[in-house]
């Protein structure tokens, strides 16, 4: 049975970001000119996935209202004959369907998920995106994971080689490899200091998860930060050999980080056929002038 529900875990405060996301959503910040959540739900629709979930909390209004119709910018852009403009915005509107939940209290990335259960009812698998991450990549990150997991018929997590210093960003897998990229997980540890990580084999914000994870999730104690930890969770799945990680093709970008996000905004606007050319000139005009070293 084909993956065709998506969860998009949205509550956090985006504290990495402050002062930016006081007063708006994190998912909001524009890559170029489009929200950061747009290139995550762009990848679940080329992924084939038509149910959309939010989990979302307080102050998260904007997102409802994003990928709402505007109709008085609708009408506006309608009288002003700025057509391309107006099938732009009413585009977006159309893109999908979403459904949204509410996470009361912010109790961690297992509680978001867990709100989750009703909407999932009786499918056996569903996707978790998180808008943090943004990979780019010729075949979605989450289509190639659905092959690994159409292959396996386990539950798959996106994973990627990290620096050993930042291990203690990430969940973080014990695992061993049993294809090219393909590694059958035996233990997952969330955010551990560099001495103790069990590899350098971060968990990067992909999930193919099995419905059975929500009965998991109610039995999860407060884990890392006090929170309930989505990977605590995974480590059940682990101890019975029922999850893959996999080390998907595609560059990713931490968005919810200053730098990651300046890193992405450059090289998808270096992409840009109407942008590239000029800022790439620009560029090395001033690591020229300014005299900038790697
Ligand atoms: C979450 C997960 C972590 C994972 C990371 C990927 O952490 O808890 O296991 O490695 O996303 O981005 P967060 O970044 O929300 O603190």
């Known amino acids: 049975m084909p993956v065709t529900k998506a969860v998009f875990p949205v509550a956090g405060l985006g504290t990495r ?3 930016a996301t006081k007063a708006q959503p994190k998912e909001m910040l524009p890559l170029v000119d489009k929200p950061t959540i747009q290139y995550v739900m762009e990848e679940a629709i080329k992924s084939g996935i038509d149910d959309f979930l939010f989990v979302t909390g307080r102050g998260k209004m904007a997102l409802e209202d994003y990928f709402d119709h505007s109709a008085e910018l609708e009408y ?3 009288e002003k ?9 009413e585009n977006i509107a159309c893109m999908c369907q979403i459904h949204y ?5 912010p109790l961690g990335l297992g509680h978001a ?5 009703q909407h999932v ?4 698998y569903f996707a978790v995106l998180l808008g943090d991450d943004i990979i780019v990549s010729d075949i979605p990150c989450l289509a190639q994971m659905m092959v690994v997991h159409e292959r396996t018929g386990k539950a798959v997590v996106a994973v990627r080689r990290v620096p050993h210093e930042q291990v203690s960003s990430y969940g973080v897998i014990d695992g061993r490899e049993v294809g090219k990229g393909i590694w059958e997980i035996r233990d997952l540890v969330e955010k551990p200091r560099p001495e103790d990580a069990p590899s350098d084999l971060a968990v990067i914000g992909r999930y193919i998860l099995p419905s059975s994870i929500f009965p998991i999730l109610d039995t999860i104690q407060p884990g890392h930060g006090g929170e309930i930890q989505l990977t605590d969770a995974l480590r059940h ?5 029922q999850i893959i990680g996999y080390e998907f093709e595609g560059t990713r970008y931490d968005v919810g980080d200053p730098k990651g996000f300046l890193r992405a905004t450059i090289e998808l606007a270096l992409e ?10 620009y560029l090395a005009r001033l690591v020229q002038e300014r005299g900038l070293r790697p």
Do not use: E, I, M, Y
């Open 113 to 117: 998920v867990s709100c989750a259960r």
């Open 272 to 281: 840009r056929d109407d942008l590239g050319k000029d800022l790439g000139s």
């Open 17 to 19: 970001f402050l002062p």
């Open 101 to 105: 939940v509410r996470q009361k209290n």
């Open 121 to 124: 009812g009786n499918d056996p």
């Open 76 to 78: 506006h852009l309608k």
């Open 237 to 241: 799945l682990a101890r019975d050999g």
């Open 81 to 89: 004959g700025k057509t391309d403009l107006l099938a732009l915005v």
